[in-house]
């Protein structure tokens, strides 16, 4: 095979595999967002944090819908909010400092950690 | 309120699903240490004379649950396959067998590596299921929307929550009578499945009991499914770290290597993931 088709063809699968990883990342970092409060489950996003932050400007107690639609009575806001936004932050952080181990990987091996 | 994981182990002449719920429930006693796990299975005396079974707080016997052998194609990686007898009747039988008031039912395939499902324990749901689903491969998960192109929207079995209530024993039964009719149910719902199959009968039951609609009868667990095709292959075990060997598009036999960290994941390769289970 011509050099640099087979060198292409490297390149591809590394592409592939970087983007694959990628993903997984992602979807490990979305796993991590979700928050089990008074039976609901929430998953903790931007919007979340924000409703919360302003409501808590006004009541020290609401119902929220969870990610069934459920309303569930959240007794205590403020630690709802603290809980949420140490688990966004918590989970960020990770994500952040996983993606950026994961792109100085030059090899398909480095990517999948395998030995 | 007694809370637990539930195992359903029926072998066939191929696969050993006792060793794959032996070690499915080691699992979950690594990431949930307070957890729970029952068994129930057709192969006691198989599972007492060859596996630890303490790690059973109840073993269930099986024995009398309903036998309809369904025949099936099962791939071992995308250039290997086998026509395995496969034994998957009486899953509609766990809200009457499980001796927990809430219980996540789940298949002996599926490798724990977090405790996101152990969470789910005092849901204001009474049942939640998996219907959001992601391929480990990056070819799409078209297969999973949907029981068919013309039919309703396609919910997993494989992990089930469920709490002793009215609106999931009706559930539940619902279900059954789906089964002992399922070669009515597989036409009206133009599944054109030749055999019986869980995930369709749960998605037709969610369906109806949404006033043949869609709604919030089942709740959602959280995250995703995620799978692997009986095509692909698990590679390898490191702890939460696990390796897979998933199909290339439209190049059979070739395969692209990839890891997870912390997801849980469900094997469809049942020969591929008893090799792993020694």
């Known amino acids: 095979m011509d050099e640099k088709l087979s060198k292409a063809l490297e390149f591809a699968n590394y592409t592939r595999t970087f983007e694959d990883q990628r993903r997984l990342l992602k979807e490990r970092y979305f796993d991590s967002l979700v928050f089990f409060n008074s039976g609901g489950q929430f ?3 931007k919007e979340l944090i924000s409703f919360v932050n302003l409501l808590l400007e006004k009541e020290t107690a609401s119902v ?4 069934n639609d459920n309303p569930v009575m959240i007794d205590n806001l403020q630690l709802f909010y603290d809980n949420i936004i140490n688990l966004y932050f918590q989970s960020s952080n990770e994500y952040h400092t996983k993606l950026h181990e994961l792109k100085t990987k030059r090899s398909i091996e480095k990517l999948v950690e395998y030995e | 309120m007694s809370k637990g994981f539930l195992l359903i182990a029926q072998n066939n002449g191929s696969n050993d699903y006792v060793k794959q719920a032996v070690y499915c429930a080691n699992r979950i006693k690594q990431f949930c240490p307070s957890a729970s796990v029952s068994i129930i299975t057709n192969s006691v005396r198989y599972l007492t004379d060859n596996f630890q079974q303490d790690i059973f707080e109840h073993v269930i016997d099986g024995i009398n649950l309903p036998k309809i052998v369904n025949n ?6 995308a250039l290997s396959n086998k026509t395995v007898q496969w034994n998957n009747v009486g899953r509609d039988l766990a809200y009457e067998l499980t001796p927990y008031e809430e219980t996540i039912l789940l298949d002996t395939d599926y490798i724990f590596c977090n405790n996101l499902l152990e969470k789910c324990f005092n849901s204001v ?3 939640l299921m998996y219907k959001k689903s992601e391929y480990l491969g990056s070819t799409g998960t078209e297969e999973f929307d949907r029981c068919a192109d013309t039919s309703i929207d396609f919910y997993w079995a494989t992990i089930i929550y469920f709490k002793k209530t009215q609106k999931a024993k009706v ?3 619902l279900v059954k009578h789906i089964r002992e009719n399922w070669i009515y149910y597989n036409n009206l719902y133009q599944i054109n499945s030749p055999n019986f199959r869980n995930d369709y009968a749960f998605s037709i039951a969610v369906h109806t009991m949404n006033s043949m609609s869609q709604g919030n009868y089942v709740g959602e667990l959280p995250g995703k499914m995620y799978y692997i095709k ?3 292959f698990l590679e390898k075990i490191n702890d939460q770290i696990l390796t897979f060997l998933v199909g290339k598009k439209d190049h059979l036999g070739e395969y692209t ?5 912390d997801l849980n994941v469900h094997v469809l390769n049942k020969s591929s993931l008893e090799r792993h289970i020694e």
């Open chain 2, 125 to 127: 749901d009474d049942i």
């Open chain 1, 64 to 67: 929220l819908l969870d990610d």
């Open chain 2, 171 to 173: 559930f539940f039964n």
């Open chain 2, 230 to 232: 009986d095509q692909d």
């Open chain 2, 72 to 77: 099936r194609i099962m791939f071992d990686g």
């Open chain 2, 257 to 261: 290597i990839l890891t997870t960290q």
């Open chain 1, 43 to 45: 998953t903790v996003s």
